[in-house]
């Protein structure tokens, strides 16, 4: 016996990634609904060999389905969420607006699985920031084994983050720079994209960091410890998908970089490639469409006690949104409903 699943956002980056990563990993499903606005209303996607028509989220009744994917804004979230949650049906959402609830669970099921038991105060369950997916899928085995102290963190983050207005106005712009009278302006970001780097990703909050860094902090404390301090810096950069970061640890106890290296190789959802040779590291074109994490240049930081770096890549649009979703779905499955 299966489950009743529904994918909200069924034609973006994201809800199309969903539907894809639930017939790769063979999701016992036993119906299977994708949602979209009334503007792409009848829009055709895929599920493995099926291809489904997209229904109107605004009159979609949840009554009696198990689990709905959203992957749409906050802003729909916030009408469309509770109203299916209302009804029983347990809401796996990967905006932002439940990230910070004390009543929703945020999850990495490498990372906190056990979290998944608190659904039930709000049936909703928060998927967290793509960037902070991929960095605590590292840091918790080595928290387990050394307690982590302090986190300085920059990223280097795809134009898929934000979208596919976002790896559009990067494609048009590159195209523009080899074609007189075609250049295209910034729209999507504050500045050109092709061929540069912005170090601003979010809004900008009073205290000089954007959101997009703030997330960071605070949803590590949430996932893995309250007691951990991050700072981060966050950057886009032009490549169109998978997320890196250049990850700078200090513990409190000593670990050695080649006791971290087999902690790593050990640890779920984790694929180490770290050789001191030329390409014995992994990039962010090598890890599209795989599940993996990868982590890569770890080594000592002679600077301080008890300080390691590491290299972090991850296919965001995957682990970083719709695979971590599925992975949550399973895990909701195996510990509380289930029916498959």
Excluded at 40 to 69: H, M
Excluded at 199 to 214: A, C, L, Q
Aim: proline share 5%; glycine share 8%; hydrophobic share 40%.
């Amino acid at each position: 016996m299966g489950y009743r699943i529904v994918v909200v956002g069924a034609t973006g980056n994201v809800g199309r990634e969903m539907l894809n990563i639930l017939a790769e990993r063979q999701f016992p499903v036993d119906e299977i609904a994708a949602l979209a606005s009334r503007k792409s209303l009848g829009t055709e996607v895929s599920f493995g060999e099926r291809t489904l028509k997209t229904q109107d989220l605004d009159t979609f009744d949840f009554t009696g389905w198990d689990i709905a994917l959203f992957a749409v804004g906050s802003e729909a979230t916030k009408t469309y969420a509770p109203r299916a949650a209302a009804t029983g049906c347990v809401v796996i959402d990967n905006s932002s607006l439940y990230r910070y609830d004390p009543d929703v669970p945020l999850i990495v099921p490498e990372v906190n699985p056990d979290a998944v038991t608190g659904y039930d105060k709000k049936n909703i369950i928060a998927n967290p920031n793509c960037s902070t997916a991929q960095m605590v899928v590292a840091l918790k085995p080595l928290h387990d084994r050394a307690r982590i102290k302090r986190v300085v963190v920059s990223t280097y983050q795809s134009v898929s983050g934000a979208g596919k207005e976002g790896m559009d106005e990067l494609w048009n712009q590159t195209r523009g720079m080899y074609v007189p009278g075609q250049e295209v302006e910034p729209s999507k970001f504050t500045k050109q994209i092709a061929f540069n780097v912005i170090p601003h990703i979010d809004v900008f909050m009073d205290s000089g960091e954007t959101r997009e860094e703030w997330k960071m902090v605070a949803e590590t404390k949430k996932i893995v410890d309250p007691k951990i301090k991050l700072t981060a810096t966050c950057v886009r950069v032009p490549v169109f998908v998978g997320h890196s970061e250049a990850i700078n640890i200090e513990f409190e106890d000593h670990l050695d970089e080649d006791e971290a290296r087999d902690i790593l190789r050990e640890s779920p959802g984790i694929l180490v490639v770290d050789k001191r040779e030329d390409g014995g590291y992994t990039t962010p074109v090598e890890c599209v469409g795989d599940y993996a994490t990868y982590i890569s240049r770890i080594r000592q930081d002679p600077t301080i006690d008890n300080g390691l770096n590491l290299w972090c890549v991850s296919d965001n649009l995957r682990k970083g949104a719709a695979l971590n979703a599925v992975q949550i779905a399973e895990l909701l499955g195996r510990r509380v409903l289930k029916k498959g």
